[in-house]
C-alpha cells in the first residue's frame, strides 16, 4: 500500500537554527513528491514539489526539499527558521494521473525565541 | 497557478442535516479532488471528481454519504449528507492544473452540533 511518513510529530527549533524535516515515502515506482505548509486556522500552501530531474529542490519562503531515492527520502530543509515559520508541515506524495494525494500525518514545528 | 474558491468558509450546522460545500476554480481542470482533515489530523482524500463521470470514492468513502457534482470544468460540490459530530472536519478542494496535482482551497471548517 502507499504510504508517506513522517517520523516526527513535533519539532522544537530555535529561531536562526537550521531546519529538516523528515519524508519517507512507500510506492510501487517514484511518485510526485510535495512539502505543504498550514498555519493555524488557514489553508494549505504549497511549498515545493518534485516531480523529475534535479534531485534539490528549491521552494518559497527559503524551503528546499531534497529527494534520495535510495532511502525513499524527501526530506525539506531551510538553513534558518523564522517565529512565522511556526507551523503544521505535511509531506506528500501521489502516483500523478487521477491519484489524488497521500498525506503524512504532519510535524508540528514550534520557533524558540 | 489555479486560485480556488470554497464556499462556505465555515458552518455550524445540526446533526442529521446536510450541507453542500462548493468549490470554484479560476480556470478549467481536469480533475478535481476532495479531502477531509479530521480535527488534529492530516488529510484524508475522499473523491476524485472529472467533469462528465461518476466521482471515484476512497476506501471508507461512499456516494450517500458524500455525494459529488462536477458539472464542468470549473466547478465541483460536495455534499456532507445526515451529519454527525464524528463529520466535524475542514473540508478541502483541490485541483490538478496542468498535470500538476498541487493547489488547495482554503478549506470549509464544518462543526455538527
Sequence with gaps: AQSV????????????????????????ATPYLFWYVQSPGQGLQLL??????????????GFEAEFKRSQSSFNLRKPSVHWS???????????GGADGLTFGKGTHLIIQP | SAVISQKPSRDICQRGTSLTIQCQVD?????????????????????????????????GFVIDKFPISRPNLTFSTLTVSNMS?????????????????AFFGQGTRLTVV
Design chain 1, 5 to 28: 511518513t513522517q517520523p516526527d510529530i513535533h519539532i522544537t527549533v530555535s529561531e536562526g537554527a537550521s531546519l529538516e524535516l523528515r519524508c519517507n515515502y512507500s510506492y510501487g
Design chain 1, 48 to 61: 515545493l514539489k518534485y516531480f523529475s530531474g534535479d534531485t534539490l529542490v528549491q521552494g518559497i519562503k
Design chain 1, 85 to 95: 515559520d511556526a507551523a503544521e508541515y505535511f509531506c506528500a506524495a501521489s502516483g
Design chain 2, 27 to 59: 480556470s478549467q481542470v481536469t480533475m478535481m479532488f476532495w479531502y477531509r482533515q479530521q480535527p488534529g489530523q492530516s488529510l484524508t482524500l475522499i473523491a476524485t471528481a472529472n467533469q462528465g463521470s461518476e466521482a471515484t470514492y476512497e476506501s
Design chain 2, 85 to 101: 459530530p464524528e463529520d466535524s472536519s475542514i473540508y478541502l478542494c483541490s485541483v490538478e492544473d496542468r498535470g500538476q496535482l
